[in-house]
C-alpha cells in the first residue's frame, strides 16, 4: 500500500449483455485526493462507482482499497460510503436518526450517538436541525445530511454520484467551495462522479475524462484543459476549434501544419510528438482567439465576417466564418466596457490572431 | 354574478350530501327506535335491539364468518398483490403490459358473470361450497385492487434508500425491516383496509359461492323477510357504521403520512 496508489483500479471492465459499460480501466487514486470521474452520460463513469460501492460486480479486473482487494465483499462491509444522486434520505426519519442511521453496529450509548451526531451536524452548518423530519429540510439541506451520514462512518474513501446534479445554478457554486472545504478538512479521499465539466475544474485535485468505457486522461484540471492530450477531451472540458492537416514540417519545438481549410498552420504548443506526414489536429481554445477590426501589422491574421455571436454577459461567443472552411471559427472575447456586446453580425470583416504557443496539436482521430 | 353560481352550486351541494347521507343515517335512528316497524313516527328510545343483537346467534356467527373472511382475504390478496406490484415495479418483465391488464380483469367483468363461472368451474372439479370457495372469489376480485395500490406506492420508491442502508452498513434482512418495511407499510396497510372492506360487504360471489355458513350480507339479505328479525340487524348496521367511521379515518391518517414521504422522498 502506498498513498501514491490508495484506490487502485486495475483492468476492470464491466459488460451489460453486449455493452461494455466500463472496459479495460486502470488508474490508481491518491489517498486524501479530491478525484473526478467526468464524462458523458453512458461514459460508465457512474458504473465504476457503484463497483467501489459494491452494487455491482466488476466482469473482469480488480479494484484495491488500502492495499485490500475488495471485490466480492458486500456493500455494507466495505470501508467507502456514498453519497446517492437523490441523496436517498430516509423520509420516515428525523436528520439525526438518518445521521446516527449507519452508527447501530457500533454499539455506542445514547450519550456517545448523540454527540456525534451533533458534532456532525456542527461540521454541516444545521445545529438544531436533528429533530426535524426529512421532509422539513431543503435540497441543500439534505445533500449536507447525506454528506454528514456518510462521514459519520468515517470511510476511508467517500464515493459522491452526482452530488451537486440536483441543486439550482447558485446553490451548486456555494457548495461547490463548501465541499471542497469539507474534504481539506476531513482528509478522506473523495471519489465523486459528475458530467459537469466546470464542476470538475472547480473541485477536483485530479479528474480522469471518461468516454465508452474508457480512462482516456488522467491530470489535473489545468492541465487537461490546457493542454489536453485527445480530441475528445479537449471538446469535453470546454470547447475548441480543431483544423485537421498533416505535419509538414517539425523540430525545435515548432510544427508546420498543412491544412485543407486554412493553408498552413505553425504550432508551438506542448505536444510535439509527431513525425512529417502523420494526420493531425491542430486545437486552439476560443479564448486564444483574438478578434481584431482592422489588419493587424506584418499581414498576419485570418480575415473573416462573422456569422452569429452569442452574449453571455460577462463575455461573448464570436462564430466566426473563414474563406475555405465549412465551420466557422469559435472566438471567445471578454466583454469589457461592453466591447463584446456590441459586436453585431453581419458584413462587418475582421481578423482572428492567436500565438503560435496556444495552437495545440492533437492526434487525429 | 360569482354569487348567484355559488348559491346553485350550493344548493346542488346540500341535495348531493342529503341525498348521499341521510338514508345512511336512518340506520342508527331506526335502530334506537322501540318498534319492529322501519317507519315515522318514532315510537320511542330503546336499547333492547342492540341487545336482541347481542343475543341472536346466527347474526353474531354470520359477522363472525365475515371478519374472519374478510381478514384472510385481505392478508391473501395483500401478500399476492404485493409480490405482482413488486415483480412489475422492480423487474423487466416480457409482456408485463398485457399481464397487468390480465390480473385486473375481474375489476371490470360483472361480479354475477364471475360469480356464474367460479360456480361451474368448483361444481365440475366437486369441490364443496364453504366459506373457502367465497374466499377464492374473493382473492381473485381483491388482488387487483391490492396490486395497484402497491404499485403506486413501489413506483415512488426509490431504490437508492435500500442501497444507501447497504452501502451505511445494515445486511439486505436489516434493510429490509429498518427501511423498505417502513416505507411500504402504509402501502399494506392501505390494502388491507380496501380488501377487508370490498370482501366484507361482497355478496353477488358470496350468494353463488356459499355454503352453509352465511356472511353478514347474505345474512341480512335473508332476515329482510321476516319484520321482527330486522331491528337487530339494524343495530349491527349502526355499530358497523360506527366502526368503519374509525377505520376510514385510521387508513386516511396513514395515508396521508405516506402521502407526505413519498413527497419527502425526492422521487
Redesign the interface.
Known sequence: MSDESYISIQSLSKHFGDVRAVDDVSFDIRRGEFFALLGPSGCGKTTLLRML???ENPTKGEMYIDGQPISGI????RP???V?????????LTVRENIA??L??DKLSKAEMNKMVDESLEMIALPGYGDR???EISGGQ?QRVALA??LI?KPKVLLLDEPLG?LDKKLREQMQLELRDLQREVGITFVFVTHDQEEALTMSDRIAVMSAGKALEIDAPATLYERPKTQFCGDFLGTMNFFAGTVSAIGGGEATIQTSEMGQIVSKGPNMDFKVGDSVLAAIRPENVEVSMSQPEGGKGLQGKIRASAFLGDRAHLYVNVEGREEPVLSAMQNLGGTASRMGGGEQVLWLTWSDESMILLPAT | MKKNKFGALGVYTVLYLAFLYIPVLFLPLFSFNDSIYIAFPLKGLTFKWYEAMLESGPLLNALQNSIELGISVSVISTIFGTLAAKAFTRYRIPGAKPLTAFISIPLVIPLIIMGISLLVVLKSVDVSLSLFTIGLGHVVICVPFSMFVMISRLEGF?K??E?????????PWMTFW??TF??VLPGIIASLLLCFTISFDEFMLAFFLGGEEATLPIYMWSQLRFPNKLPPVLALGSAILIASFFVVTFAELVRRRGV????????
Open positions: 460501492a459494491g452494487f458486500p456493500p455494507h462491509e467507502v460510503n456514498m446517492f444522486q437523490s441523496y436517498a434520505i430516509f423520509p420516515h442511521f449507519g447501530r453496529k423530519g426529512a421532509d439534505r451520514r456518510s462512518k440536483a | 426509490d437508492s434508500m442501497e444507501a442502508a447497504q452501502d451505511l452498513g445494515e445486511t429498518r427501511v417502513p416505507l407526505q414521504m413519498q413527497s419527502s422522498s425526492g422521487a
